[in-house]
């Protein structure tokens, strides 16, 4: 069956490096397809490329060299991103692509008013006036739950709690009802109970808004809650990815598995919390087989550690990277 959603951003074979001549590749070969009105999450450990994949959509990495190409659909013939001049991607960036950064107080200009940057970034995009600019702010932190919005736009950031900056990030990310939204982490550093009032909004503005989102995390209790499609990143390549339900109760990657069998269970009393040993390898050396083998255990020597495994299909609308998938994942019974 055919999604019946058209497509909104694509990104196809994109890489990644840094260095002179960009020979440190931190992102290899990300292919992902983003449709409107849709949740994807991007899952991995730190150090797995997820926020560089995000800041490279966004064309926030100068230094960068980005190869493949990043697609924009939207209205009429689709634009790949990585050509733009740096005036047009202006348009998309803040416009028709926001961002809710993973930290509020080093994202917000200490030195300015809350007000003073939300109405910066809605005067960018939009031709308004200072004051109908101030109107659309005041709206914005009334849409994301801040009480008393138009006394809040004169504070500074440090006037405000962690939970309250980053409703004001998500405010200043919504002003200019973008169709995409990228939330890299935004519940970090937040305690539970906020924590679960930023999700219940983002789901809330998702709905009314009728945006898509990529939502960047490492925490799957969250994934769970918000997403539609899942795409598991490891050491800078995608491992996995398929519908959430599909990942969630049979995932078919050892690392997939490993990051579900460490979240931690109400039920049952356990001795020792589940890890996974050992830390994401440098990008510098790479190993030569698969790139999670030296912390698998299910790797076995040459057949796992000669070469690098392809990302197959597997169900539909689904893909795996590991030479030993059709072991793990249990058949769809009809």
């Known amino acids: 069956m055919t999604n019946p959603r058209p497509k909104l951003i694509e990104l196809q074979d994109v890489s990644i490096g840094f260095g002179s001549a960009g020979q440190m590749r931190v992102v290899e070969g990300i292919n992902l397809l983003i449709r409107a009105g849709e949740t994807v999450a991007l899952v991995g450990e730190s150090g797995s490329g997820k926020s560089v994949t995000s800041l490279a959509i966004m064309r926030l990495l100068p230094r960068a060299k980005i190869g493949g190409r990043i697609l924009w659909h939207g209205e009429g013939e689709a634009v790949d991103l990585l050509t733009l001049p740096p005036r047009q991607m202006r348009a998309y960036r803040g416009g028709a692509i926001?961002?809710?950064?993973?930290?509020?107080?080093?994202?917000?200009?200490?030195?300015?008013?809350?007000g003073t940057q939300i109405i910066e970034a809605t005067r960018l995009h939009r031709d308004v006036s200072r004051r109908e600019?101030?109107?659309?702010?005041?709206?914005?932190l009334r849409l994301v739950g801040i009480p008393e919005p138009a006394s809040r736009l004169d504070n500074m950031p440090f006037e405000m709690s962690g939970g309250m900056r980053q409703r004001v990030m998500i405010a200043m990310s919504l002003v200019c009802r973008?169709?995409?939204?990228?939330?890299?982490?935004?519940?970090?550093a937040l305690d539970v109970t906020?924590?679960?009032?930023?999700?219940?909004?983002?789901?809330?503005?998702?709905?009314?808004?009728?945006?898509?989102?990529?939502?960047?995390?490492?925490?799957?209790?969250?994934?769970?809650e918000m997403a539609e499609r899942i795409a598991v990143m490891y050491a800078g390549q995608i491992v996995e990815q398929g519908a959430a339900d599909q990942i969630l109760s049979r995932p078919a990657n050892p690392y997939t598995s490993a990051l579900l069998d460490a979240i931690p269970r109400l039920e049952g009393r356990v001795e020792r919390l589940a890890s996974i040993e050992g830390v994401v390898p440098d990008p510098n050396h790479w190993p030569a087989g698969c790139r999670f083998a030296p912390r698998c255990r299910h790797a076995i020597p040459g057949h796992c550690t000669?070469?690098?495994?392809?990302?197959e299909p597997a169900d539909p609308g689904r893909s795996i990277r590991c030479v030993r998938w059709p072991e793990f994942v249990e058949p769809v019974h009809a």
């Open 98 to 114: 926001g961002m809710i950064f993973q930290e509020p107080m080093t994202s917000l200009n200490p030195l300015f008013r809350v």
């Open 133 to 140: 600019a101030r109107a659309i702010a005041e709206d914005a």
């Open 178 to 188: 973008p169709a995409l939204l990228i939330a890299d982490e935004p519940t970090t």
């Open 194 to 224: 906020i924590q679960a009032q930023i999700l219940d909004l983002l789901r809330r503005l998702q709905s009314e808004l009728g945006m898509s989102m990529l939502f960047i995390t490492h925490d799957f209790g969250v994934v769970a």
């Open 306 to 311: 000669d070469r690098p495994p392809p990302l």
